[in-house]
């Protein structure tokens, strides 16, 4: 069980004694203003916590205006003009949307707080991932217009299934689409028991006057400017009694006073600090979450101070957060490192990235421990080989340590246990890597990333993109873990692995912004086989006679297919020596060759045995190199023989949807030319579907199953088979 260090005369839903707003409240605010760097130097006094929600929900500006309410910054800037502190990318500028991961440090109280604001558009999922990663608590962000979608309740039942502690936050409450009690209901529907709110918004004529506390039953009033507290007029007793018993009956059965319930019950009045105290231990262990909200009024933004406070509060510390799984570098789990900063070194790198200018800049989690500047660590990365980043283990030394605050490198000291912090010039260190002591090194079990499931084929514009190419993808390679880059010896291309559209175009725009590379897409090629499709006997002729020696070597081969998978099977029948015994292998290793490059389409072939029967040889003409060139030829006039088949890979596709898109998702993969093998419940409303498909028909799969699910749909595909192209669509790529 966790325990909660409580100020005295702190709630979740309480101003503090003194009154007044939050820059005059936050004994921090002159440390965090821009510029100046916060810093803790105890993980008690640290709270990281992420914003999670749909793209539009309002996370950038929840961050501008707790910045600004902690005197972080002067005055909140807009998504729209370009000018917020995490939206500072030139991507998220022109888009208007978050694309990464930002830190926006704050302090409230003596408490800093880092705000890690991610993207809501799942095709930056690894971002989002990162930041749960980074923090010990989430804020799960809702738009008061638009409610919660899927990709946001899948990543409730996430942190669900890791015990993260959470908080819902309802945004734009002054919307004219706006309703309260919609969406609350929505969101406990959504995300199930223990979610109760602790304000109810006070709205007139499309502003927010203020808030009324459930708990202390105060009206606190925000339209003078600053927040006043008020008795709440007679009109909201209804609707505060409603409310407040479900909210105070949902403290009770998380409390550890099992005898609060039926003094409850039987009428007793429960002190209000008991109930914050339980509310607060239950918030940071996980099984309540609180509803804040937030919007705008004639005084200025409403709900920053409680919402401070609650994060402050009621959120766990690093101490209270366990950390992820940590093992040495031969995989053996290593135990006993806590949240120390007299501990061994174990931090990770959540986000990197590259600027042209400054170089590599890598943020980074300290989980034990202390990260100095100049000390030298020693780097792990494992896991994440197949897509590009090879495994490696190397000592570097630490450059200047910085807290970021937007384009902001501001200098500090240290960054000890339980802190982020930007670490400069770290030139091997990639997304995931372990930072742990040069003698005793360690690696974090990697965070769950997500499959790039959309494969794009890229090529240079010109030849001196080509040179700067392979440098910049490898750049782009280490910032993102969700990128896969492949190339692909048999079709000649360079395949792009992304999350989605969206994702790979900020990847071309960064290549050619920031790298100054230009590429263009190219139709994405699937590599196809071929095959036999019957039985012939064929002969390969190589006899050519010139001054010296010539060539002279004649093979007999039979050819025949074989079930799908079976490969190349190579049989020697020659009796009498009619071909050398030393020129057997030769005529192999020309048939291989041949097999290689195909006798139709320019695919290779596969799933034949070929046995060599007869032949003739020369004493002196014949050689290694004439009864390959023969073995290729017998080959080529085998084709001429019989049909050539042509065939396609076919995946095994598991899609897991939300039940109400079953019966599309069924539908679409039958238009696929796919094979649905059956469905499985899985519980909480989804369903997990299995189908055969052919590659060529799901390219873009990835692209159209969100769009079939409005973005609740995810896949897994596995090679399975090749399998016979059907004749139409074989005719048009032979013609190709």
């Keep these: 069980m966790r325990s909660v260090t409580l100020r005295a005369g702190a709630a979740l839903d309480q101003t503090d004694d003194a009154g007044g707003d939050v820059a005059e409240r936050n004994t921090g605010g002159a440390a965090g203003a821009a510029g100046r760097a916060p810093s803790a130097d105890r993980a008690d006094a640290i709270r990281n916590v992420v914003l999670v929600g749909h793209s539009g929900a309002g996370k950038t500006t929840l961050v501008e205006q707790l910045l600004a309410a902690t005197g972080t910054i002067q005055r909140p800037g807009r998504v729209e003009d370009g000018s917020t502190v995490s939206d500072f990318d030139e991507v998220e500028v022109r888009q208007q949307r978050s694309v990464n991961l930002t830190v926006a440090p704050i302090v409230h109280n003596g408490v800093k707080i880092n705000l890690l604001d991610t993207p809501g558009y799942a095709d930056f999922v690894g971002d989002l991932r990162a930041g749960l990663r980074a923090a010990d608590a989430a804020l799960f962000v809702v738009s008061a217009s638009d409610g919660v979608d899927g990709l946001?309740?899948?990543?409730?039942?996430?942190?669900?299934?890791?015990?993260?502690?959470?908080?819902?936050?309802?945004?734009?409450?002054?919307?004219?689409?706006?309703?309260?009690?919609?969406?609350?209901?929505?969101?406990?529907?959504?995300?199930?028991?223990?979610?109760?709110?602790?304000?109810?918004?006070?709205?007139?004529?499309?502003?927010?006057?203020?808030?009324?506390?459930?708990?202390?039953?105060?009206?606190?009033?925000?339209?003078?400017?600053?927040?006043?507290?008020?008795?709440?007029?007679?009109?909201?007793?209804?609707?505060?009694?409603?409310?407040?018993?479900?909210?105070?009956?949902?403290?009770?059965?998380?409390?550890?006073?099992?005898?609060?319930?039926?003094?409850?019950?039987?009428?007793?009045?429960?002190?209000?600090?008991?109930?914050?105290?339980?509310?607060?231990?239950?918030?940071?262990?996980?099984?309540?979450?609180?509803?804040l909200c937030t919007g705008v009024g004639p005084g200025g933004?409403?709900?920053?101070?409680?919402?401070?406070?609650?994060?402050?509060?009621?959120?766990?510390?690093?101490?209270?957060?366990?950390?992820?799984?940590?093992?040495?570098?031969?995989?053996?789990?290593?135990?006993?490192?806590?949240?120390d900063p007299d501990g061994p070194l174990v931090a990770e790198v959540v986000k990197t990235t590259s600027d042209p200018y400054v170089g590599r800049i890598s943020l980074v989690r300290v989980f034990s421990g202390t990260l100095r500047p100049d000390m030298t660590v020693h780097v792990s990365g494992h896991g994440l080989a197949e897509r590009g980043h090879e495994d490696h283990d190397v000592d570097e030394r630490i450059g200047t340590l910085s807290c970021p605050l937007g384009k902001q490198q501001r200098t500090v000291g240290k960054g000890v246990a339980g802190d982020i912090v930007a670490v400069a010039k770290l030139s091997r260190a990639e997304t995931g890597d372990t930072l742990s002591e040069v003698e005793r090194p360690l690696l974090m079990t990697a965070w769950t990333m997500?499959?790039?499931?959309?494969?794009?084929?890229?090529?240079?514009?010109?030849?001196?993109?080509?040179?700067?190419?392979?440098?910049?993808?490898?750049?782009?390679?280490?910032?993102?873990?969700?990128?896969r880059l492949e190339n692909n010896a048999e079709t000649k291309q360079l395949v792009l692995w992304c999350m989605g559209e969206a994702h790979t175009d900020v990847l071309l725009d960064r290549l050619s912004k920031r790298y100054g590379v230009e590429v263009e897409r190219v139709e994405l090629r699937v590599p196809l086989r071929e095959t036999f499709g019957g039985r012939c006997q064929a002969?390969?002729?190589?006899?050519?006679q010139t001054g010296g020696h010539g060539q002279y070597a004649i093979c007999h081969i039979e050819v025949e297919p074989l079930p799908s998978g079976s490969g190349f099977q190579f049989v020697d029948k020659i009796v009498g020596g009619v071909v050398p015994r030393q020129f057997i292998p030769s005529v192999e290793k020309g048939v291989r060759a041949q097999m290689e490059r195909g006798v139709v389409a320019g695919y290779p072939m596969v799933d034949i045995r070929v046995t060599l029967y007869d032949g003739k040889a020369h004493s002196v003409d014949s050689s290694d190199m004439a009864f390959q060139i023969a073995g290729q030829l017998a080959l080529k006039e085998a084709a001429s023989k019989v049909p050539t088949l042509l065939l396609e890979p076919v995946d095994e596709l598991s899609v897991l949807v939300a039940d109400d898109y079953v019966g599309s998702v069924m539908s679409d993969l039958s238009s696929r030319r796919g094979r649905v093998l059956g469905t499985e419940p899985v519980g909480a409303g989804r369903t997990l579907v299995k189908a055969e498909v052919p590659q060529l028909e799901i390219t873009r799969y990835a692209i159209d199953l969100r769009s079939m699910s409005h973005g609740t749909g995810t896949f897994h595909r596995s090679f399975l088979r090749y399998e016979p192209l059907p004749p139409h669509l074989a005719d048009k790529v032979a013609a190709d």
């Design 152 to 291: 946001t309740q899948m990543l409730w039942e996430e942190c669900a299934h890791v015990g993260m502690p959470r908080a819902v936050v309802i945004t734009k409450i002054d919307h004219q689409r706006a309703d309260f009690d919609e969406v609350l209901a929505i969101c406990q529907d959504a995300f199930g028991d223990g979610v109760a709110p602790l304000y109810l918004p006070v709205v007139t004529n499309g502003h927010v006057n203020g808030l009324i506390g459930l708990l202390t039953q105060k009206f606190y009033n925000y339209t003078g400017g600053g927040r006043a507290e008020k008795e709440p007029g007679a009109e909201y007793e209804a609707q505060i009694e409603a409310y407040r018993g479900s909210l105070i009956e949902g403290i009770i059965q998380e409390s550890e006073d099992e005898s609060l319930m039926d003094r409850y019950l039987a009428g007793e009045p429960i002190d209000t600090k008991v109930l914050i105290q339980d509310l607060e231990k239950a918030v940071a262990r996980g099984s309540f979450y609180p509803v």
């Design 301 to 339: 933004f409403v709900g920053a101070a409680e919402l401070l406070e609650g994060v402050t509060q009621g959120f766990p510390s690093p101490l209270e957060h366990p950390l992820p799984e940590i093992t040495d570098l031969e995989g053996k789990p290593v135990k006993g490192v806590t949240c």
């Design 450 to 483: 997500p499959d790039p499931l959309l494969p794009v084929a890229i090529r240079a514009r010109s030849k001196a993109d080509e040179d700067k190419l392979s440098q910049a993808l490898a750049r782009l390679v280490a910032e993102d873990p969700t990128l």
């Design 539 to 544: 002969m390969g002729r190589n006899v050519k």
